[in-house]
């Protein structure tokens, strides 16, 4: 049972470049969520989804982009970089509202 | 709007000693959520408790434990007889509402940095 798999575990972007930061999770949870870590911020929501074909925004959702075409994969979209989305994203998923969040390892993202 | 505030940036204790990472909450919800996740150096997100609002008492587990007291919004944890292990970031966070669309909201605190010097 692998839980909440996030893939790259790191990665260098260059201002404009677009990317996709993948969330995958095996414990059919209904609920899935991404999250941005700032030193001093706590983590922040970005956008989450309570559903297959349902997502909607967070606190921070300006810059990003997200679908859920399936109940295991929330993929998160960057659609062209910049250097105020440095950050470490962490995806979580949950069994179903108001329950424990499980994360995953987080993707460290720099963009210069 | 929700809210959680942990006013504790970083904490330093000497080994052994008891500490208690404050936790103050602000909800209009009356049916509402509460948890603590553990962040260690290797940077993971490690959850501790959870909580519901109807339910005060407090929780013991090992060598930590948690005190809810809705008279004052705060969820305060205590680790007793602290250990290297335990030096990690803490936080807070909030969920609210007894279900539907946009109660998927976790609302997470700053986050208390504590270190425990050997």
């Known amino acids: 049972n692998a839980g909440v798999t996030q893939t790259p575990k790191f990665q260098v972007l260059k201002t404009g470049q677009s990317m996709t930061l993948q969330c995958a999770q095996d414990m059919n949870h209904e609920y899935m969520s991404w999250y941005r870590q700032d030193p001093g911020m706590g983590l922040r929501l970005i956008h989450y989804?309570?559903?297959?074909?349902?997502?909607d925004q967070g606190e921070v959702p300006n810059g990003y982009n997200v679908s859920r075409s399936t109940t295991e994969d929330f993929p998160l979209r960057l659609l062209s970089a910049a250097p105020s989305q440095t950050s470490v994203y962490f995806c979580?998923?949950?069994?179903?509202?108001?329950?424990?969040?499980?994360f995953g390892q987080g993707t460290r993202l720099t963009v210069v | 709007a929700q809210k959680v505030t942990q006013a504790q940036t970083e904490i330093s204790v000497v080994e052994k000693e008891d500490v208690t990472l404050d936790c103050v909450y602000e909800t209009r919800d009356t049916t509402y959520y509460l948890f603590w996740y553990k962040q260690p150096p290797s940077g993971e997100l490690v959850f501790l408790i959870r909580?519901?609002?109807?339910?005060?008492q407090n929780e013991i587990s090992g060598r930590y434990s948690w005190n809810f007291q809705k008279s004052t919004s705060s969820f305060n944890f205590t680790i007793t007889a602290s250990q290297v292990v335990d030096s990690a970031v803490y936080f807070c966070?909030?969920?609210?509402?007894?279900?539907?669309?946009?109660?998927?909201?976790?609302?997470f605190g700053t986050g208390t940095r504590l270190t425990i010097i050997p």
């Open positions: 989804s309570v559903g297959a074909g349902i997502t």
């Open positions: 909580r519901n609002s109807f339910d005060e």
């Open positions: 979580a998923s949950r069994r179903q509202v108001n329950t424990e969040a499980f």
């Open positions: 966070a909030l969920s609210g509402g007894v279900g539907g669309f946009g109660n998927e909201k976790l609302t």
